[in-house]
């Protein structure tokens, strides 16, 4: 895993970018994590920036704490009652 210092920091973010390809790349400021560079395979847009939204987290939060609780459908149960729609 790479680390580099904020405030020495050299190179260009395009650089950055291609070593995040091949490890995660930290960024601190005074020594503390403040970001990190990972590379994302096989993600769109819309996945990044969900996976990344607290709102959105916390409702499926909810949403699995209530199947839990209250029971639910199989994603195979579920799939067989649209195709009979």
Same mark, same amino acid.
């Given at each position: 895993?790479?680390?580099?210092?904020?405030?020495? #920091?050299?190179?260009?973010? #395009?650089?950055?970018?291609? #070593? #995040?390809?091949?490890? +995660?790349?930290?960024?601190t400021a005074q020594g503390k994590p403040v970001a990190v560079l990972v590379s994302i395979r096989n993600a769109d847009l819309e996945t990044v920036s969900?996976?990344?939204? +607290? *709102?959105?987290?916390?409702?499926?939060?909810?949403?699995?704490?209530? *199947?839990?609780?209250?029971g639910g459908i199989s994603a195979e149960e579920m799939r067989h009652q649209l195709k009979k729609k």
């Open positions: 895993m790479k680390t580099v210092e904020v405030t020495k #920091a050299k190179s260009s973010l #395009a650089d950055y970018t291609k #070593a #995040a390809k091949k490890e +995660p790349v930290i960024v969900l996976s990344n939204n +607290p *709102q959105f987290l916390a409702l499926i939060e909810r949403s699995r704490a209530r *199947q839990k609780s209250e």
